[in-house]
């Protein structure tokens, strides 16, 4: 028998008002940390709307073709992470 099996026996043992005093503990540990988990979210949504905006703000110096383009130029391999961007920039704009 599992340690867990162990326990809810004990569980349905408990007179009722204790039954209802832990399952009470167990539904508020749980709104806690489903609170908890929606705040870590949130701060995770807030972070990326500030890289979004500060994308936003960008001045365009470097779109992100030409990133990924340079990224495939510094590889030893000579295989290529990006296949469909051998052509170059400047002429993709054109």
Do not use: C
Not at 32 to 42: C, K, T, V, Y
Not at 51 to 74: N, R
């Amino acid at each position: 028998m599992t340690t867990f099996d162990q326990v809810l026996r004990l569980a349905r043992e408990l007179p009722p008002p204790d039954q209802a005093r832990l399952r009470a503990a167990l539904v508020e540990a749980e709104e806690a940390a489903r609170a908890e988990q929606i705040a870590r979210n949130q701060a995770a949504i807030a972070m990326l709307d500030a890289w979004s905006e500060a994308v936003e703000e960008d001045d365009g110096s470097e779109s992100w073709e030409a990133m990924l383009q340079k990224l495939d130029q510094d590889r030893e391999s000579p295989r290529k992470l990006y296949p469909n961007l051998h052509t170059d920039v400047t002429e993709r704009m054109l």
